[in-house]
């Protein structure tokens, strides 16, 4: 028998450099089975990065990136395809594509990656589509859809691979507080019912600490700090509790073009 791999996702020592900036270094992250793992930061710090050397679209410098037993910078194309079909990603603007109906924009990773028929690509999409309240919404267009809509239809398109993790890249961006409580509670029970592993990328607070089992927080490519999210409430780093509080006054700011200017 095979021993169970401990982490979904692993990051050992990894460093990405653009332009000879830093964006991560020597970042290490482990990512447990059906955890939901918030990663924050300010702008540029690095996490929407992380999301994509998980996917493979960008390899790091230096250090390895695991899904599973897979280390994503050895895999062949092919390899790295079978790999992705079981990864789902919520895009910031749901990347839906606005020629398509929600059905259609739904089926397509099936249509794509997988060789099921016509009718079981129909009964999937209308599953998936229940699942996040949108099955009458099937024959409209993106752009009939509000933004918190669109975000439903890109959770089900990220869910109908079955896929063991989800990434979603700041999914509560430029929807009110109201339509972020209703998205991000449907997070919550779709990775707890389908047992789904999960990262989220975003610097919303109130979504970060409703939705997260654990919060990591990067700063000039590092993880300053790492924990479940009761304890990172209560860290005592200077950075992190200026972050959470928002406050101008600390660390983040300081020798800043922003702090300079507001002298």
Same mark, same amino acid.
């Given at each position: 028998m095979s021993t169970p791999v401990p982490y979904v996702v692993e990051l050992r020592d990894v460093e990405k450099q653009f332009e000879e900036k830093n964006i991560l270094d020597h970042v290490s992250l482990q990512v447990h089975p059906e955890e939901r793992l918030v990663i924050m930061g300010q702008s540029g710090s690095g996490k929407s990065t992380t999301l994509r050397l998980v996917l493979g679209i960008l390899y790091p410098d230096a250090g390895q990136v695991f899904f599973k037993q897979f280390e994503i910078g050895r895999l062949s194309r092919r390899k790295l395809q079978q790999v992705r079909r079981q990864i789902g990603m919520v895009y910031q603007y749901s990347a839906l594509l606005s020629s398509r109906t929600v059905r259609d924009n739904v089926a397509l990773p099936l249509e794509e990656l997988s060789d099921m028929t016509a009718k079981e690509i129909d009964r999937v999409v209308d599953e998936k589509l229940e699942m996040v309240g949108m099955k009458d919404s099937k024959d409209l267009m993106p752009s009939e859809l509000s933004g918190g809509m669109r975000k439903r239809v890109s959770l089900a398109r990220a869910l109908v691979m079955e896929p063991e993790l989800i990434l979603f890249d700041e999914p509560t961006a430029g929807l009110d507080p109201v339509i972020s409580s209703v998205i991000d509670e449907l997070i919550i029970n779709l990775t707890?019912?389908?047992?789904? %592993? =999960?990262?989220?990328? %975003?610097?919303?607070m109130a979504s970060a600490f409703r939705v997260g089992t654990r919060m990591a927080m990067l700063y000039q490519g590092k993880i300053i700090e790492d924990a479940p999210t009761e304890e990172f409430k209560k860290s005592q780093n200077p950075v992190v509790r200026q972050f959470l509080s928002g =406050? %101008?006054?600390?660390?983040?700011?300081?020798? =800043?073009?922003?702090?300079?200017?507001t002298k």
């Open positions: 707890e019912q389908q047992k789904v %592993t =999960s990262i989220i990328v %975003t610097h919303e =406050s %101008t006054e600390g660390p983040i700011l300081e020798d =800043s073009e922003d702090a300079i200017a």
